[in-house]
């Protein structure tokens, strides 16, 4: 079992940076692969970004490409997702996912992951 805590939303201006946390508990999640996914009012849950246990994969949605950098530190049992050049279409809910067996080829998709944290709201203004 594993809890997920987000944390580091917030209000920023457009162009501005934030970098969010997540937090997990348990002894396992060095071998958790990991993802980022965002949901804003009236739309459905999206892929933001993903990266293996090792860190040594990592994944992202092309409309955050080149913008935003997931990393891991796995002796603190954190990740992390480093958000520049912010862009009012990124406003939503951030949401941490963690999953033990998760494919490559599903990491793309919410049911992929099977722990999930509570979120926390990014609004970029204009």
């Known amino acids: 079992q594993v809890q997920l805590v987000e944390s580091g939303g917030g209000l920023v201006q457009a162009g501005g940076s934030l970098r969010l946390s997540c937090a997990a508990s348990?002894?396992?999640?060095?071998?958790?692969?990991m993802g980022w996914f965002r949901q804003a009012p009236g739309k459905e849950r999206e892929f933001v970004a993903a990266?293996?246990?090792?860190?040594?994969?990592?994944y992202y949605a092309d409309s955050v490409k080149g913008r935003f950098t997931i990393s891991r530190d796995n002796a603190k049992n954190t990740v992390y997702l480093q958000m520049n050049s912010l862009k009012p279409e990124d406003t939503a809910v951030y949401y941490c996912?963690?999953?033990?067996?998760?494919?490559?080829?599903?990491?793309?998709?919410?049911?992929?992951?099977?722990?999930w944290g509570q979120g926390t709201q990014v609004t970029v203004s204009s």
């Open positions: 996912a963690a999953s033990p067996t998760i494919t490559t080829m599903n990491l793309g998709s919410p049911r992929g992951f099977d722990y």
């Open positions: 990266i293996r246990w090792s860190g040594a994969y990592t």
């Open positions: 348990g002894r396992t999640f060095s071998s958790y692969a």
